[in-house]
């Protein structure tokens, strides 16, 4: 992920639950029927192969040999597996009759680009078609190396270059087939489509239409052109894909002096991310148009299966820099979508539907998510937590403290999350939940905990300068819409050869730093993906640690072994796989990235040539497909 921008980056701990504090009965008893998740489909990959009801059965869950770090330019699987790269940035996404080739040079145009993969893969979930043979992956863009997207980079600077970098922000839907033991993209596809910041969407729920989504271009508050920074992703047992909107404010031009709403939301004196999308689109201009910055920071609802469909900006959810949204049900059929803001000291947040699933897929339920109640995470010092609604005219949630009504909330969640005291966490980041009811979220750093002027450690939060990262987990008091919860660490990130005891961690195998990505498969192994910045990779607390890597973690001992290692420079995000468990598709993103994340467009392969390793091309992010090479289950 991008730099933030908006924020430029052990005490308590004898109150906390222990590590894998699994056999401890207190901590078994808060949640009965957690396998409403898998009955929604959101983990049911493997049911039809293990014919278990619970994946995580009494074996072994992990049955690879680890592999060692590594700073080489390649991808490192276990012995007995093989990858493939398919959908590279530039290639055409499957458009009928609209198939421009990638020019490795760069010199791709605006309206190559918008019929092309975006750059910077993130989050991506496979939609089955034909069983394990066949589907659609959808994925998303979540920013750009100007460096590497335009021939000269920024040198010279026009209207076409910041709509070919609008056109390789957002999303990409592409049909994907397998032959003969490889998987190819289908082109043409009649689902092929990409999504961008230029996108028509519409608004929906309380914040549809308020004053503060008014433009002069959109009077009405009710369609927003593009979805941009696409972090993390989710999807719903109704059939649709969630996109996440996270760094947003990067991208707006901020007043001299920002007022107060500006500031907390990120927004600083001119265009400190230097993207200089408002020199040619006035509506990235703050300063001329205040209220666009609000149009963006939503989950986005969108159908893969209607190429036609007007993707949907869901407010009710909140507004946020969100990172995913990870949907489970409860028993009775409403839908929970559990969310984390990606930046330091913010939150992390649970949506309660108010309306029950209904049969017939997305058409039945197209506004399920726009009713109901978005709530905030606090984690209490004695191992429970509680979630606090964010509802107009409950507590401090009322017009003399700058709320008029429920739309104004959602629009400053962050505001609103403030004044009702919710832990301020360490960049909270992707969300998964298990068979069992465990709901985990990746921490990924903050380096300002405990510094001067900066919130200190607290219980959920229990490092200084936590440059490492952890992972953190509760299980809701009776179904997913409880009020109260109960939690625990199950990892501290670390590297036991480091000398500062709070960069050491509490790994029970590899050493890792930066969590990131988190997936929960068929079989209930949780896959932990890392993003160790390119600044920071190689150095200090993180100097054992080589590349950029995924790990597989048995959730009932804790073991964590690695089983992938990335290219140089790259970030290891988004984790899905067909539902016979065989194939596991994975995304590299920014393979070659500088520390500065811009490249010098005259050395675009200083740091790396990956995937194509060609003497005249630029690297490119890129979808991994991995399978074992006895066609057997990932990860056994």
Not at 101 to 120: C, I, L, R, W, Y
Not at 404 to 428: F, H, I, N
Not at 455 to 474: E, K, S
Not at 508 to 527: E, I, M, T, Y
Request: hydrophobic share 35%.
């Amino acid at each position: 992920m991008p730099k933030d921008f908006s924020t430029m980056e052990d005490s308590n701990r004898s109150n906390n639950p222990s590590l894998h504090d699994l056999s401890d009965p207190a901590r078994r008893t808060v949640l009965r029927g957690g396998l409403g998740l898998a009955a929604s489909g959101l983990l049911a990959p493997l049911a039809a192969v293990t014919g278990c009801a619970t994946p995580m059965g009494g074996g072994p869950l992990l049955g690879f040999k680890s592999v060692p770090v590594s700073s080489a330019d390649t991808v490192v699987v276990p012995e007995g597996y093989s990858v493939q790269v398919i959908a590279p940035w530039g290639d055409p996404v499957g458009l009928s009759g609209e198939a421009p080739p990638f020019k490795p040079d760069g010199s791709n145009t605006a309206a190559e680009q918008a019929v092309q993969m975006g750059m910077h893969h993130d989050g991506i979930h496979f939609f089955p078609q034909d069983g394990s043979r066949s589907g659609l992956l959808v994925m998303n863009h979540e920013y750009t190396d100007d460096g590497l997207l335009h021939a000269d980079g920024m040198a010279t600077w026009t209207a076409d270059k910041v709509r070919k970098a609008q056109a390789a922000h957002g999303v990409s839907v592409i049909e994907v087939a397998q032959a003969d033991g490889r998987w190819q993209v289908v082109r043409p596809s009649p689902w092929a489509r990409r999504i961008t910041a230029s996108t028509p969407m519409r608004v929906a729920g309380p914040a549809a239409g308020h004053a503060l989504l008014r433009t002069q271009a959109d009077p009405r508050g009710e369609q927003v052109l593009g979805t941009l920074n696409n972090c993390a992703s989710g999807i719903t047992p109704w059939g649709t894909y969630l996109t996440c909107e996270e760094n947003f404010i990067n991208y707006f031009k901020g007043p001299d002096t920002p007022d107060a709403h500006q500031r907390r939301w990120g927004l600083r004196k001119g265009d400190p991310a230097g993207y200089r999308w408002h020199e040619h689109d006035a509506r990235f201009d703050a300063t001329r148009h205040p209220n666009e910055i609000n149009r963006f920071g939503w989950v986005v609802e969108i159908n893969p299966f209607d190429a036609s469909s007007m993707p949907v900006k869901r407010t009710a959810l909140g507004r946020a820099a969100h990172e995913g949204a990870t949907v489970a049900m409860t028993r009775d059929g409403r839908a929970v979508v559990y969310m984390g803001e990606d930046a330091r000291f913010e939150y992390i947040y649970k949506f309660v539907s108010r309306d029950r699933m209904q049969p017939g897929g997305a058409a039945a339920n197209a506004g399920l998510l726009d009713h109901g109640t978005l709530h905030v995470a606090r984690f209490d010092a004695d191992g429970n937590g509680r979630w606090l609604p964010l509802v107009h005219g409950q507590g401090p949630l009322t017009a003399a403290n700058g709320f008029a009504d429920q739309g104004e909330v959602l629009v400053k969640a962050r505001q609103a999350s403030d004044l009702l005291g919710g832990t301020k966490m360490d960049r909270p980041e992707w969300i998964a939940v298990d068979a069992q009811g465990w709901v985990y979220c990746t921490l990924t750093n903050n380096s300002n905990r405990g510094g001067e002027g900066q919130p200190g450690t607290d219980a959920a939060n229990p490092r200084a300068n936590n440059t490492m990262g952890h992972i953190v987990r509760w299980k809701e008091q009776g179904d997913f819409d409880g009020a109260s919860f109960a939690w625990n660490h199950f990892v501290l990130a670390g590297d036991p050869a480091n000398g500062r005891a709070d960069a050491k961690g509490n790994v029970k195998g590899d050493a890792l730093g930066c969590p990131d990505g988190l997936w929960v498969d068929g079989r209930g192994v949780l896959w932990v993906q890392t993003d160790m910045s390119t600044s920071a990779m190689g150095k200090g607390d993180l100097a054992g640690l080589g590349n950029n890597a995924m790990l597989a973690a048995d959730p009932r001992t804790g073991e964590i072994r690695r089983f992938l290692v990335g290219p140089v420079g790259c970030e290891i995000t988004g984790a899905t796989a067909t539902p016979d468990g065989r194939t596991m598709f994975i995304n590299i993103q920014h393979p070659g990235e500088s520390p500065s994340e811009r490249s010098d467009p005259a050395q675009p392969r200083r740091f790396s040539s990956w995937p194509d390793q060609r003497p005249d091309g630029r690297p490119r992010s890129a979808t991994l497909v991995i399978r074992r090479n006895d066609g057997g289950l990932i990860g056994t």
